[in-house]
């Protein structure tokens, strides 16, 4: 795996989005109370861009069409009642700044 930092995590308040330019791919960033997923920017569905959705902390919404989907805790599976999960990238926090591998891209939990 090749690590890229993407930002700060206190960078990042709890609850809130935020979206990246990453060797030149962009990535969502959602912060947790556990720390962050980084995942591609739009619903796997229709292809809604998920900035403009809601997200709690816990839980991430397409307003397009309430898809949803359960992104904490931040290692744990991502799960949701949808047709389609949410790929999300590998990500590690080293002295309060994240990374992202980028170069595997984003995957899918099995199951």
């Known amino acids: 795996m090749k690590w890229t930092e993407v930002c700060n995590l206190a960078d990042i308040q709890i609850g809130d989005m935020k979206e990246f330019d990453v060797s ?3 990535v969502l960033v959602l912060r ?3 720390g962050a997923q980084v995942i ?5 569905h229709m292809d809604e861009c998920l900035i403009n959705g809601i997200f709690d902390g816990e839980t991430l919404t397409c307003t397009r069409h309430l898809w949803q989907w359960q992104v904490s805790p931040w290692n744990g599976p991502m799960t949701s009642e949808t ?3 949410l790929a999300r990238y590998c990500t590690k ?3 309060g700044k ?3 591998d980028i170069e595997t ?5 099995a199951g």
């Open 83 to 85: 047709e389609l999960d």
């Open 24 to 26: 030149d791919v962009i």
């Open 98 to 100: 994240l990374s992202v």
């Open 105 to 109: 891209g984003p995957v899918r939990d």
């Open 40 to 44: 591609p920017p739009h619903c796997p």
């Open 93 to 95: 926090t080293v002295d």
């Open 32 to 34: 947790t109370a556990d």
